[in-house]
């Protein structure tokens, strides 16, 4: 596989490892087909060879080979770096042979017959993860540049419009409204912005307008001086005058109340404050960065947020949208915060826990209402309370049990088992292939690939129909006898 860091978006490499030559034409066609460059061998040991010489994004192979098995393929793919990933192709599959597969590492497990294009959905999967990831490291290069304790981990297309916004709009010095539901990162969007801007050797300074009583937050805006009011023991500089030459952000500035708006307006309008119990005008130079989760307009509509102070805010938007809807990005934070927070990685050790598979797949299957807070918080919980001897964190340890969560826990009413689904796709194919050959079974089991015995017994266990609209006269071929 090529460098992520550096590689352009290609064709998908692939190396198919297949000794049935009927099989390896017509899903090497599919494969090609589908725009991605395909390696054909039909021998184990030539795959093994292949892997040793040049890498590769994906291999298809079959466990029965002359020279080496399929899961030697699979193993020599996954010890590469990164790791290659595997698609397992047999004819004669067993669920303890598909659960070895997965054991060490295949990304899926078909049984013959299926149809090529199951295949083919599953290496464009393949191909639509790594593209991500591809983007993803891309991101992850911009974002190295900012200043420790910033990061902005993700690489979802959702938040690559972000990233762009974020370097657009950190060019110029307008005011800045970053709307979005809470626990998204709206101040860490805000830090981003005056870490690129020319502000950034100047202060930022937060102020969550929703944490104090009127009262107090117009002091903590504008200050106040001795004696203002009661307790009022000496002067105090307002957030605004320690933000000077850098950057205020206003979290919560829907819940402004009106009297601090008129404030707040005046000094966006004039770039003067005066603080509570003085008359003396204060220039200030401050960009200002604010925050809502809830639609400013709504407000205005609402009569309860001023229609001029939202245009003096809302000059450039930023939505940031919920975690619900940032593909991939549940993983990625979840290793950063594991990372971030598992106390072998602390200590200078490798990381202690780990998540299974399945149980990431659940993550992000989960609504996250509380957004990337709720996901940091969790993971926070789950290494807290662990068991001293676990190196897994399980889906339970991670997600409240709340009403939500346990109904996506619960299976659903009917759940098929991986011998239904293999049985359903095998019967397809024959049904597809009898209907191709008008019912020939010396002919479909030629274009099987198996012999006409095999195939006479998976029609009789399927119960599958041979005539497909002849009449009793015309049926019982002699070759179609039971041989």
Same mark, same amino acid.
């Given at each position: ?5 550096t ?14 030559r ?81 054991r ?28 991500l ?10 974002l ?34 970053i709307v ?45 001086e ?39 307006l005046?000094?966006?309008q ?7 119990g ?17 639609p400013?307009?709504?407000?205005v ?22 975690? +619900? $809807?940032? /593909?991939?990005? &549940?993983? @990625? ?11 072998? *990685? =602390? ?25 990337? +807070? $709720?996901? /940091?918080?969790? &993971?926070? @919980? ?11 964190? *399980? =889906? ?18 009917k ?7 293999l ?13 191709l ?37 015309q ?9």
């Open positions: 596989m090529k460098n992520l860091e590689a352009e978006i290609a064709a998908l490499q692939v190396l198919l490892a297949e000794d049935e009927t099989i390896a034409v017509t899903l090497r066609d599919a494969l090609e087909s589908a725009g991605h460059a395909v390696t054909a061998l039909a021998d184990g040991r030539q795959a093994l060879e292949a892997l040793a010489k040049r890498a590769f994004d994906v291999v298809v192979t079959d466990v029965r080979m002359p020279g080496a098995s399929g899961l030697d393929v699979l193993k020599a793919a996954r010890a590469q770096n990164p790791p290659c990933e595997v698609l397992v192709i047999t004819g004669y599959g067993t669920i303890e042979q598909a659960v070895e597969a997965m060490l590492g295949a990304f899926s497990y078909l049984q013959k017959p299926f149809l090529n294009e199951a295949v083919v959905s599953m290496v464009g999967e393949i191909d639509r993860r790594r593209n990831e591809i983007e993803n490291r891309r991101l992850a290069g911009d190295a540049k900012r200043p420790a304790g910033d990061e902005l981990i993700a690489g979802s297309p959702a938040m690559a419009e972000v990233f762009k916004r974020i370097d657009a709009v950190a060019k110029s010095d307008v005011s800045v409204l979005g539901e809470s626990g998204t990162g709206k101040e860490r969007i805000a830090r981003a912005v005056h870490n690129k801007s020319k502000r950034a050797s100047m202060p930022f300074v937060p102020l969550s307008c929703a944490a104090l009583a009127e009262t107090l937050l117009e002091s903590e805006l504008f200050g106040h001795k004696g203002a009011f009661t307790d009022a023991h000496r002067e105090k500089r307002g957030r605004f005058e320690l933000a000077q030459g850098g950057t205020i952000f206003l979290d919560d500035v829907d819940d402004l109340a009106l009297s601090t708006q008129v404030k707040l005046r000094v966006l004039e770039r003067t404050l005066e603080r509570l003085s008359e003396k005008s204060i220039r200030v130079d401050v960009r200002v960065i604010a925050a809502t989760k809830v400013l307009d709504r407000r509509r609402e009569g309860r947020f001023r229609e001029d102070l939202y245009y003096r805010l809302n000059v450039v938007p930023i939505v940031v949208p919920p975690l +619900r $809807e940032r /593909e991939g990005d &549940v993983r @990625r934070l979840t290793d950063h915060f594991l990372s971030k927070y598992d106390t072998g *990685r =602390r200590t200078g050790s490798e990381r202690r826990f780990q998540i299974y598979e399945e149980d990431y797949a659940w993550l992000e299957k989960y609504s996250w209402p509380g957004n990337v +807070r $709720e996901l /940091e918080h969790a &993971v926070q @919980r789950a290494i807290a309370l662990a068991p001293e001897n676990a190196t897994y964190l *399980r =889906r339970e340890h991670l997600v409240p049990m709340s009403s939500e969560y346990r109904s996506a826990l619960e299976p659903p009413e759940v098929s088992s991986l011998r239904e689904v049985n359903a796709a095998e019967r397809g194919h024959l049904e597809r292939v009898l209907k050959t008008l019912g020939r079974r010396l002919q479909a089991a030629d274009l099987l690939g198996i012999s006409r015995k095999v195939l006479w017994e998976k029609i009789r266990d399927h119960g599958i129909d041979t005539t497909f609209g002849k009449s009793p006269g049926a019982g071929e002699p070759e179609d006898e039971e041989p």
